[in-house]
């Protein structure tokens, strides 16, 4: 299994709602990732899992909040998002953390309304 | 922290004929860059890497070539091909420990048949 699988691949969201996007992956990789994709621009890092633990946070407000549950799961929980928050939540896998190599998913198409 | 950009925000090729996409760098220190190719609707897609320490490196159809004199690189496309038509962005490892991906700005590629 050489790929990144991210549910739901479109969300629709109430400003007041709590939702998660999944992130899994079977190839063993030992950081994961957190990508924001705004149309028209390139990705944007959030956060950094390494092993499990979260290595970087890149001032993301804590609206999102991120989870790693062993080493092939990523979550990440939205609560309380703003309808700028809409944009494309891309997930990415790769060896290690600074290891070449890196995986993408499709991505969840999130809209706040 | 790293900044990776693109000189052409939009290229547009006759099928067959061959693209060059282009992108600089800041950090002379970067010693990593990968190529990605968006299509509509998906993650970034690996395409080819280069280390620091070539200034060419072949691929199906695709060279990059690196000049670290200039910081610049460079994705050339032979006999481009509809399906090619995406978003390219370049990328390189930033951050205190190489383990940031960062984006440049992409080019939106347009094959005309």
């Known amino acids: 299994d050489t790929e990144v699988t991210q549910t739901p691949k479109h969300l629709v969201m109430g400003m007041t709602n709590k939702k998660s996007l999944k992130c899994e992956q079977h190839m063993g990789h030992r950081a994961m990732y957190w990508y924001k994709q705004k149309a028209k621009k390139p990705p944007e890092l959030m956060f950094v899992?390494?092993?499990?633990?979260?290595?970087i946070n890149e001032s993301v407000p804590s609206r999102f909040s991120p989870e790693c549950p062993n080493s092939s799961l990523l979550n990440l929980h939205l609560h309380a998002l703003q309808p700028e928050d809409s944009a494309l939540y891309l997930c990415a896998s790769s060896q290690g953390p600074g290891l070449y190599g890196y995986t993408f998913g499709s991505g969840t198409r999130l809209t706040v309304v | 922290g790293e900044s990776v950009g693109l000189h052409l925000p939009t290229l547009s090729v006759q099928e067959g004929d061959n693209s060059i996409i282009n992108c600089a760098y800041s950090?002379?220190?970067?010693?990593?860059f990968i190529w990605y190719k968006q299509e509509s609707g998906k993650g970034p897609q690996f395409i080819i890497d280069?280390?620091?320490?070539?200034d060419k490196r072949q691929g199906q159809r695709v060279t990059v070539l690196l000049n670290k004199t200039v910081k610049h690189l460079s994705l050339q496309i032979a006999a481009t091909q509809p399906g090619d038509s995406a978003v390219y962005f370049c990328?390189?490892?930033?951050?205190?420990?190489?383990?940031?991906?960062?984006f440049g700005a992409g080019t939106i590629l347009r094959v005309k048949s």
């Open positions: 899992y390494s092993y499990e633990k979260l290595s």
């Open positions: 280069i280390r620091s320490n070539m």
């Open positions: 990328a390189t490892l930033d951050g205190e420990y190489g383990n940031k991906l960062v």
């Open positions: 950090n002379s220190a970067s010693d990593y």
